[in-house]
């Protein structure tokens, strides 16, 4: 964490670089989080996390896939592997 800064205030350094109003399937695909991936770590079939990207349901896309791909555009390469790695050993 950047010393001074809280959450909040890294979110919206993150929202500032440009992604702000982008879809969210182009934001997860523009920091290298694929459809593939991403359905791996919420536990979801590719199908379903392809239909939420798209907002298939009225209710839009679901704030645990929004928040994951918030997640994944403030971390660093190495906290994406870790975090990605811890998640495949929760599910052995």
Avoid: C, F, Y
């Amino acid at each position: 964490m950047v010393k001074g800064k809280n959450d909040v205030t890294l979110i919206a350094d993150a929202l500032k670089g440009g992604m702000e109003g982008k879809p969210w399937q182009t934001r997860a695909k523009s920091v290298g989080l694929t459809q593939k991936l991403l359905a791996r770590l919420l536990g979801h079939a590719e199908n379903t996390v392809s239909r939420q990207l798209r907002g298939h349901w009225d209710s839009g896309i679901p704030k645990h896939v929004r928040t994951m791909i918030l997640g994944w555009e403030l971390m660093t390469p190495e906290q994406r592997e870790q975090w990605v790695r811890l998640a495949d050993e929760d599910g052995e």
